[in-house]
């Protein structure tokens, strides 16, 4: 009998921890909120550009400020220091930069919820979460790829960081990030909550 009960204390625990940086149902982008979301991103980004005054091509000039796709978003956060105690205080500051390091860091990733398979952004979570990078999910009914495409001049794109540069860009970004509650836990160094990690999100077998 002992021995049952403490091989269900583990998985227990490991529902308890999934929980504790889940967040509720509509922190998923989708509908009049997505479109909001993606206009003011789109909004700003237009700004930025024309701060800058670069005569760069717009895809080129887009890159420079965005990691586009799961390859690239992965490799970034692949390459950012997991955050420790001393980092966790300034994460959420990012139009603080430090313009002596040339690593590039990401502020937030937006990640299409509906994409199908699952698996392909499914390491995202984890990863995001070890490097104190908040996670915002959106969907439109299977076609929340397309969406986040039609930001960055591409048919598609499961996933989009957006790096750090001190842009206006960041700021709107950092405004959804606090209206939507992010925030670092003081429970542990890696339990930065993400927005909207919804259990179907969980389960890459399960269909869209």
């Not at 750090?164 to 003081?186: A, M, T």
């Amino acid at each position: 009998m002992p021995s049952r009960s403490s091989a269900k204390t583990p998985k227990k625990d490991e529902n308890n921890s999934k929980s504790s940086f889940s967040s509720p149902e509509n922190n998923c982008y989708e509908g009049e909120r997505l479109t909001n979301l993606l206009q003011s991103i789109r909004r700003e980004t237009q700004s930025a550009r024309h701060l800058d005054g670069s005569s760069l091509p717009e895809k080129i000039w887009l890159k420079q400020h965005f990691c586009i796709g799961v390859n690239d978003v992965t490799r970034v956060l692949e390459r950012m220091k997991p955050s420790t105690e001393l980092e966790r205080s300034t994460e959420l500051a990012p139009l603080r930069i430090n313009h002596k390091t040339s690593s590039v860091k990401l502020q937030a990733v937006l990640v299409a919820s509906d994409c199908n398979p699952r698996w392909l952004t499914k390491h995202l979570l984890s990863l995001a979460l070890s490097r104190s990078v908040p996670l915002i999910f959106v969907r439109d009914n299977k076609q929340g790829s397309l969406r986040l495409g039609e930001l960055v001049q591409l048919k598609t794109a499961i996933a989009i960081g957006i790096k750090v540069k001190g842009s206006v860009i960041n700021k709107i970004v950092q405004e959804i990030i606090q209206d939507n509650g992010f925030e670092l836990s003081p429970e542990g160094q890696n339990s930065a909550r993400i927005l909207d990690v919804r259990s179907d999100f969980q389960n890459p077998d399960k269909k869209c």
